[in-house]
């Protein structure tokens, strides 16, 4: 079973645009959807979107829609979710996981914690 | 407001045996799959259960889950410490292609 290992920390400014990724390993990249999944401070798990690397296939949750984008890079077996300009509401842990043949998200990596401050 | 209810805290003693549950609308506990992700403090979540009552390799049978009508529940007997995290019910939505996550558990081990 492959891994998934984010881009580190990151601490922005309100405004600043902002990209983190999500590399895979050691499995069939192409052909497994990947999520991307919010938690805020002291909250609970959000489901924002996925997307299948194959053909760069993507569907948005409807709370998420037109505020992030999520990408890929078959050359590398990287996921993106980015921002074009943060909130200080978009402070939180984000996490990537892969979306098996059962619909479990399984396994996911480590989170990259988003910091947004003036 | 999540569609998949949870309550937001449980605890148990050490040995003992536990049940979280997870109710919503029909549309989505009877029709589909169950889900539950364990996450331990400071860690990425990590699934404990899918299709309703399958666990992964790894997983002890001490973890168990069950769903009937419009609810779910994830029982834990010989209770640990080590189980002190919080626990999330999931199903997935086709029109979205997504999953929907419960409000999740936090259980405390006393």
């Known amino acids: 079973e492959g891994q998934l290992v984010q881009s580190g920390a990151e601490l922005r400014k309100p405004g600043e645009s902002l990209k983190i990724s999500c590399k895979t390993s050691e499995y069939n990249f192409l052909n497994h959807w990947i999520a991307w999944v919010r938690q805020m401070p002291g909250k609970g798990l959000e489901w924002m979107g996925i997307i299948y690397p194959g053909d760069s296939d993507t569907r948005y949750s409807p709370s998420f829609q037109g505020q992030v984008t999520i990408s890929a890079d078959k050359s590398i077996s990287t996921v993106y979710l980015q921002w074009s300009s943060l909130k200080a509401s978009d402070t939180a842990m984000y996490y990537c996981a892969r979306r098996d043949g059962y619909n479990t998200l399984d396994p996911w990596g480590q989170g990259t914690l988003v910091t947004v401050s003036s | 407001q999540s569609v998949l209810t949870q309550p937001p805290s449980a605890s148990g003693t050490p040995g003992q045996r536990v049940t979280i549950s997870c109710s919503g609308s029909?549309?989505?506990?009877?029709?589909?799959?169950l889900y539950w992700y364990q996450q331990l403090p400071g860690a990425a979540p990590t699934v404990l259960i899918y299709r309703n009552n399958q666990r992964p390799s790894g997983v002890p049978d001490r973890f168990s889950g069950s769903k009937s009508g419009t609810s779910a529940s994830l029982a834990i007997s010989g209770l640990r410490s080590e189980d002190e995290a919080n626990y999330y019910c999931a199903t997935w939505d086709d029109s979205l292609s997504g999953p929907v996550f419960g409000g999740g558990t936090k259980l405390t081990v006393l």
């Open positions: 029909s549309s989505y506990i009877r029709n589909n799959f």
